[in-house]
């Protein structure tokens, strides 16, 4: 476990979360704001898993980490994930539309930069979001993230808003 909050468990993922991964990648929402991952079977989803998540683990000692509420449910996904594009480790989240504007992805992205801050290295965090992305710019507006101008996604060709925080070292 990687965080606990009171409404939520922060897990490592795993193989077995392949089911979860197919179905939040390819959400209307998911594909609109952060792109299509081209993940289309389980077998798809497994490999995008072991090749992004897992092997983040192995290299880092972070990455995209599954997020579940009470009833142990996955809800979505919230971590920390180093781009090849970017400098700065950024902060990542996407989560099922039935649980948009319930508090969740504030919840959850405060433990990780709490994690970040305790558990990490890092001094600051990173945040990319598409511009028309109103609820996500709010989010980290709302987590203490400034925006600094904008960034080139260099696989997609497109400009998105680029943020950053400074982690508070306790």
Same mark, same amino acid.
């Given at each position: 476990?990687?965080?606990?909050?009171?409404?939520? &468990?922060?897990?490592?993922?795993?193989?077995?979360?392949?089911? $979860?991964?197919?179905?939040?990648?390819?959400?209307? *929402?998911?594909?609109?704001?952060?792109?299509? =991952?081209?993940?289309? &079977?389980?077998?798809?989803?497994?490999?995008?898993?072991?090749?992004?998540?897992?092997?983040?683990?192995?290299?880092?000692?972070?990455?995209?980490?599954?997020?579940?509420?009470?009833?142990?449910?996955?809800?979505?996904?919230?971590?920390?994930?180093?781009?090849?594009?970017?400098?700065? &480790?950024?902060?990542?989240?996407?989560?099922?539309?039935?649980? $948009?504007?319930?508090?969740?992805?504030?919840?959850?992205? *405060?433990?990780?930069?709490?994690? @970040? @801050?305790?558990? &990490?290295?890092? =001094?600051?965090?990173? %945040?990319?979001? *598409?511009?028309?992305?109103?609820? *996500?710019? %709010?989010?980290?507006?709302?987590?203490?993230?400034?925006?600094?101008?904008?960034?080139?996604?260099?696989?997609?060709?497109?400009?998105?808003?680029?943020?950053?925080?400074?982690?508070?070292?306790?």
């Amino acid at each position: 476990m990687i965080a606990k909050t009171n409404r939520l &468990t922060l897990r490592e993922l795993q193989l077995a979360d392949a089911a $979860f991964a197919l179905r939040l990648y390819n959400e209307p *929402s998911f594909l609109q704001h952060i792109g299509d =991952k081209g993940v289309r &079977t389980l077998a798809d989803a497994e490999k995008n898993l072991q090749q992004g998540a897992i092997a983040s683990y192995a290299q880092h000692g972070y990455g995209m980490w599954l997020v579940e509420n009470q009833q142990g449910q996955a809800i979505g996904l919230c971590g920390l994930i180093k781009r090849d594009f970017l400098t700065e &480790t950024d902060l990542g989240y996407a989560y099922l539309p039935q649980y $948009f504007g319930l508090g969740y992805a504030y919840e959850a992205a *405060s433990a990780v930069l709490a994690y @970040a @801050a305790e558990h &990490t290295e890092l =001094k600051t965090l990173a %945040a990319i979001v *598409s511009p028309a992305n109103l609820a *996500s710019k %709010a989010l980290l507006q709302k987590l203490g993230f400034a925006q600094h101008g904008q960034v080139l996604v260099p696989d997609k060709n497109e400009m998105v808003d680029f943020y950053r925080v400074q982690l508070d070292k306790n």
